[in-house]
């Protein structure tokens, strides 16, 4: 059974930074494209990062700031989060691009984790 694992979230000051971890278990996804969304209470879920062959993708709140980056022989993708804010706080979900379709549209993903919180203090 496909299995999602995020890991790495908690409580952070302004400025500080968290490194996510996605571990997939029960097979491969080394050849589609992984992503990491977010969603705020109240809010709809947004994209934040993909990773589709050697290249990498952003939401503009997060461009410069955070890296996505995954490691195939570990079978996890990464999230680093520098220079972290406020509006950053949420729960954040790694996604499989099952479809092989747009990378910023969460119905492109079939596969998800369950999530892990990151709360940013101001």
């Known amino acids: 059974q496909v299995q999602l694992v995020e890991s790495g979230g908690g409580l952070v000051q302004a400025g500080g930074s968290l490194r996510l971890s996605c571990a997939i278990s029960g097979r491969s996804f080394s050849g589609y494209a992984m992503g990491w969304f977010r969603q705020a209470p109240g809010k709809e879920r947004e994209f934040v990062a993909a990773i589709r062959g050697g290249g990498t993708y952003y939401a503009d709140s997060v461009n410069g700031r955070f890296t996505i980056s995954r490691d195939n022989a570990k079978n996890t993708v990464y999230l680093q989060m520098n220079s972290l804010k406020y509006e950053d706080t949420a729960v954040y979900y790694c996604?499989?691009?099952?479809?092989?379709?747009?990378?910023?549209?969460?119905?492109?993903?079939?596969?998800w984790g369950q999530g892990t919180q990151v709360t940013v203090s101001s």
């Open positions: 996604a499989v691009n099952t479809y092989n379709s747009r990378l910023d549209y969460d119905a492109s993903y079939g596969i």
